[in-house]
DNA sequence: TAACCACCGATTGCATCCAATATCAACACA
DNA sequence: TGTGTTGATATTGGATGCAATCGGTGGTTA
């Protein structure tokens, strides 16, 4: 789904391919936060910006609306997709029912070396820094855990969920601070313990503990979708 | 994402857009089986046969391709996507987690006439016919049963995965015969006892049972996926 | 005889041009 | 003064034509 680095599946796509490139990079910024929800795409501005002709531009818009990144409404336009906070927790409510199925297929084939890096990523959690940090080395721990299950469909279909939330998620941490969320790192101990053991079902809960606490702290803060 | 009869979240999909209309045609016909895996669609063929130019064909197949029913290949073709028993047993087992979350949703609004509904459509298919009558009940039958969700993004998600999967439903039903799906009433009687008695866990482990054992029952064909 | 290379047809990807549609502002009218 | 209507403008949707790329076939050579 995506090129960049901190991709999860990482099936070849033909970047070669306009469309494909020109999806990516509107993806990047929209997740880095340059360009917001509610925000338009003008197809022409996008063409010019990249080089190239409307046509690869309006396909990759297709791209990103099935990604959920980009609501089209026909004759009209395009803008960043904005969610709501029902839409939101709804995105949570999917996540803890299958991010722990993900969890369990990886830890099938993780090796002892990667779940030593996410004991350090814990641990490198835990010395603090700013919010972006944070917000990185989290999606790092996560897409880390998951990294040795072969359900492709099934990475997707979460990595379209992360994308998707993925602002209001920066939003929310950014308006608490990371010092409300010490209690993540206890999670994500609580979690490369079940994992070192081997224990699938102890991991599981753990992580959906954890995905659940974030979603109830999401409704508690409805400002985040003003 | 269907503009069918038998579609689970009616968005107002603006069918006066030909690409969209393009997409909910071939759809169509790869989920009624015209189109089976494998087979190749060619842009010039199809812009022609739907009297239209390969601008809205070519759309309309990565709409297909996001939905996972079509596979693209840069400068090469598109194929109908064929799955290997490996990723459609995936299916199932995301199924597995999720649909029983969509029941637990729509139960909250579920209406006693529904349910009534339910209880007919079991009845009517125990009464028997021939294969595709089957298959048209018990889809009208778990469609129904998630009728009164409200969590759209959850329903896109199992009907995307109900459609990516429904060729090889119907190659396993054709195979083994309808009387050896007669296990399948029961689960339905089971659902909806669970329905009435508004009991959202006892619906959800019914609903689990029914889909693992067309998962271990698909596993143990696998000369579907030949 | 088998393997490799060059060429050619077929098919898709992209750019340019034209048509259709929505948005917005000015204006007439009650 | 408020409201409905109508026109101009901006923006997207689609058709045609050309360039780029892939797959197969024939010929050549070791």
Redesign the interface.
């Given at each position: 789904m995506n090129n960049g680095s901190h991709t999860l599946t990482d099936k070849e796509t033909?970047s070669?391919?306009a469309s494909h490139r020109i999806a990516s990079l509107i993806r990047d910024q929209i997740l880095d936060g340059s360009l917001a929800p509610g925000e338009r795409i003008r197809q022409e501005e996008f063409a010019e910006r990249f080089g190239a002709s409307r046509?690869p531009v309006?396909?990759a818009l297709?791209?990103l609306e099935?990604?959920?990144l980009v609501t089209l409404?026909?004759?009209t336009g395009a803008w960043v997709s904005r969610m709501s906070e029902e839409?939101c927790v709804?995105?949570y409510?999917?996540r803890e029912?299958?991010e722990p199925?993900l969890l369990r297929e990886s830890l099938k084939n993780l090796d002892d070396a990667t779940i030593d890096a996410l004991d350090a990523l814990a641990a490198e959690m835990e010395a603090g820094a700013d919010v972006e940090t944070f917000l990185r080395l989290d999606r790092q721990f996560h897409l880390l855990s998951y990294s040795a299950a072969r359900?492709?469909?099934?990475a997707e279909?979460i990595q379209r969920l992360w994308n998707s939330t993925q602002h209001y998620r920066r939003a929310y941490t950014l308006l608490v601070g990371i010092e409300h969320n010490q209690i993540s790192h206890s999670h994500h101990h609580l979690i490369v313990d079940a994992l070192r053991r081997r224990d699938p079902d102890d991991a599981e809960s753990a992580l959906v503990s954890h995905i659940r606490r974030t979603r109830s702290e999401l409704s508690r803060h409805p400002e985040v979708f003003g």
């Open positions: 033909p070669a391919v046509i309006k396909e297709r791209l099935s990604d959920g409404v026909a004759n839409e709804e995105a409510q999917i029912r299958l199925l359900t492709t469909a099934l279909i």
